[in-house]
């Protein structure tokens, strides 16, 4: 029996997390969540796992939970120190890093420092400090598997295999919503937030939308894999089905198949390096006609070439990249900019920062707020 801390419980991730420990009983405990905004599913949440610990952001918050929750002897816990204290948790076996953000940075980090196994879905982390992060893992020798379905599926494809015999990674996308629409000047949030294939959180179905996601996931298997960026590509695969690829230098590709559920990876990466019998639906290769692919359009979705711009750049620019996109996207949410001027703010975000190589944590950590407040500033403007 393992138990596990679900950091960011009431996201997407997170709750296909539960619903994995809910399917097996006998192999996962879940003793620890967190949750922001959602409140009320963070309480059905406690209400049907019982999780002896439970995080919360604020303490107005946590007073309303305290209040709330029927169950006085679950100890409630606020903001980053609650998040740190139950990554921590000597009972704890498992770490799922699920929160949108770097709010998650500092905790998982403690967390690789006391051992811990842990379950990287919080992309973020890895784009603005996967330097700092892949050291700790490696000096502490965790296990850190990659939950993103891309991710997942080279992991996988790369297991017992030695890095000198890559010639490139190929990370597949959907292509979002809008790779087929011709105008995407009049693009409302709700049009944006409709995923042709993948249910999502709010703020990365707006990053498929844009491909920015494709882009952070570039820099994150820079880091995950110690691939240059120069031997990462995308490619356009609206079914979903291939997962990512490999191709290795005799000229052979090894792919990893599924459907496309977030559940399949998420499964591995609590399990690894076992492998448990799935209750999801199998993959029926009679019943798919045919696969497309095509070369993403850099030039209609301009966020790609930031992405690999930042990467490329390193230091505090990937950290850049993230905190202007997080505070656009949410300016596009609630209506205070068009769909389009995400990469234009993103864009001047960038031309104004100074770079600083070699970055500490403290650098990093700062180079993202500086880059929110001064993306607020432009898209106020």
Not at 63 to 75: A, E, G, P, V, Y
Not at 231 to 238: A, Q, T
Not at 326 to 334: G, W, Y
Request: a neutral charge; one cysteine or more; aromatic letters at 6%.
């Amino acid at each position: 029996m393992k138990n596990i801390a679900v950091l960011g419980a009431t996201g997407s991730i997170g709750r296909n997390t539960l619903e994995i420990a809910k399917s097996f009983p006998d192999k996962f405990k879940v003793t620890a969540i967190s949750g922001k905004a959602n409140i009320g599913l963070l309480e059905q949440q406690i209400n049907r796992f019982h999780p002896k610990f439970v995080v919360v952001m604020d303490e107005n918050t946590k007073k309303q939970l305290c209040h709330s929750i029927s169950d006085k002897k679950i100890r409630v816990e606020c903001g980053r120190e609650g998040l740190i204290k139950i990554s921590t948790l000597e009972e704890i076996d498992i770490v799922v890093s699920a929160i949108t953000g770097i709010t998650g940075l500092i905790p998982t980090l403690e967390a690789i420092k006391k051992g811990k196994h842990i379950a990287i879905a919080a992309k973020e982390l890895l784009v603005t400090a996967g330097e700092i992060i892949l050291k700790e893992v490696k000096k502490r020798d965790v296990k850190f598997v990659p939950v993103d379905s891309e991710h997942n599926a080279i992991f996988q494809c790369l297991e017992g295999r030695d890095k000198k015999d890559i010639k490139r990674i190929i990370l597949t996308a959907s292509g979002g919503p809008f790779y087929k629409e011709k105008n995407l000047h009049d693009i409302s949030p709700e049009q944006a937030l409709a995923h042709p294939v993948w249910e999502m959180g709010r703020k990365i179905s707006i990053d498929s939308a844009t491909l920015m996601n494709k882009g952070l996931e570039v820099i994150e298997a820079h880091w995950l894999f110690g691939i240059d960026i120069s031997k990462i590509e995308i490619v356009i695969h609206p079914e979903c089905i291939i997962h990512s690829m490999v191709e290795f230098i005799d000229g052979s590709i090894l792919a990893l198949l599924g459907i496309p559920d977030m559940k399949m990876p998420i499964q591995y990466a609590l399990t690894y390096p076992e492998r448990i019998p799935t209750q999801l639906e199998p993959l029926d290769l009679t019943k798919i006609s045919r696969l497309h692919f095509s070369v993403p359009n850099f030039d209609k979705f301009p966020c790609l070439k930031f992405a690999y711009e930042a990467g490329s750049i390193g230091g505090t620019m990937p950290a850049v990249l993230n905190g202007a996109n997080d505070v656009a996207v949410n300016l596009f949410l609630k209506k205070k900019i068009k769909f389009l001027d995400i990469p234009k703010i993103i864009e001047k975000v960038m031309d104004k920062h100074n770079v600083i190589q070699k970055p500490c944590l403290d650098d990093i950590l700062a180079s993202d707020e500086w880059a929110g407040r001064t993306a607020h500033e432009i898209g106020e403007l």
